[in-house]
């Protein structure tokens, strides 16, 4: 036998339950960021600093947004004091920051290169279905009086999300993993690179075309024409670990590799050549020799130049 009483109050409950869960819906914060400069670019320390402003806009005051927030991708983080007012029913919290921000730069390029520097802000306390950040992209910008020392700043943005982190760091009301609201303030730059090009490279390329000249030389003049081509080979060397010391170690086969790689192997050509030059000398065919000195210059010039225009072209464009 049924009991419609017994049935009403079962579907009450139940549709009491599910609206509960079905409304309850995560704070929401929005979140901007002035940047009021950038300073110590350092590729080889793989960091940056940055010093801005923070602002938080939200209704419910029992949050503390800026007290709880993190900068994963930092060194050092220095917080002033945190400012709160409030108009309406939105709390307006705002802080500044000082931070040396870690960058993994992308030297592949160097010194055609272009970079991303981001800022990472991260929810601490609240999870993610407690609490979401959504980006003032109207007033988030940085100072147009801001200038980078051989970078030219091409835009800036903002954009927030979540981070999942697989642990639940010991929380008991999660399991599996946890996740938290997330956000990036990316200011993107590109390099004035040709200045610092010919700065870093002269000597390299001053060293290569001196060498150059041995095919100039009697191949029976031994030492002036051998010690041209090593004395060149060892200026490049010198000139890579000078090069290097200004960039961050990497894997990568970088344009910087590329180009020393070239001058060294052009270089032991020089030597390889000049060898078969003095043995034709030697077997008494000096007409011969002084042929094959010419087009082998011609040829290692031209060949040399062009790979290099090649390179450069393709890392410019990339």
């Not at 029992?62 to 900068?71: G, N, Q």
């Not at 982190?165 to 938290?180: C, N």
């Not at 004035?192 to 010919?198: C, D, I, K, Y």
């Not at 700065?199 to 051998?226: E, K, N, Q, W």
Request: proline content about 3%; charged content about 25%; hydrophobic content about 45%.
């Amino acid at each position: 036998m049924k009991h419609p009483l017994f049935s009403r109050l079962t579907a009450l409950a139940i549709f009491i339950f599910c609206s509960h869960f079905a409304t309850a819906q995560p704070d929401t914060v929005r979140i901007g960021c002035f940047i009021n400069d950038i300073f110590d670019i350092n590729l080889s320390e793989k960091s940056f600093s940055v010093q801005c402003w923070l602002w938080f806009n939200y209704r419910d005051t029992s949050l503390a947004p800026l007290a709880t927030l993190e900068i994963p991708n930092a060194k050092e983080v220095d917080f002033g004091e945190i400012f709160q007012d409030k108009e309406g029913d939105i709390a307006w919290d705002s802080r500044k920051m000082r931070a040396v921000i870690k960058k993994d730069w992308d030297i592949r390029r160097f010194p055609f290169d272009e970079q991303a520097m981001t800022i990472e802000l991260e929810e601490s306390d609240k999870d993610f279905e407690s609490l979401v950040y959504v980006a003032d992209t109207q007033n988030t910008r940085y100072d147009k009086r801001l200038t980078l020392a051989n970078w030219v700043i091409e835009r800036f943005e903002i954009a927030c999300g979540s981070k999942k982190y697989e642990t639940t760091y010991g929380d008991p009301a999660l399991s599996g993993e946890s996740e938290y609201a997330h956000a990036t303030v990316t200011l993107f730059i590109k390099r004035n690179s040709w200045g610092l090009f010919f700065s870093l490279f002269t000597g390299m390329y001053v060293a290569f075309f001196i060498s150059s000249l041995v095919f100039f030389i009697d191949p029976i003049d031994v030492d002036p024409r051998f010690g041209l081509s090593v004395g060149g080979l060892f200026a490049a060397v010198g000139n890579k670990y000078i090069v290097d010391s200004i960039l961050p170690q990497s894997t990568a086969f970088t344009l910087v590799d590329k180009l020393h790689s070239l001058t060294y192997v052009f270089l032991l050509l020089c030597i390889v050549l000049s060898v078969v030059s003095l043995r034709l000398w030697k077997n008494g065919h000096e007409k011969r020799s002084a042929r094959f000195d010419r087009r082998a210059h011609t040829a290692i010039m031209i060949t040399y130049t062009l790979i290099n225009i090649w390179l450069i072209y393709h890392a410019t464009r990339s």
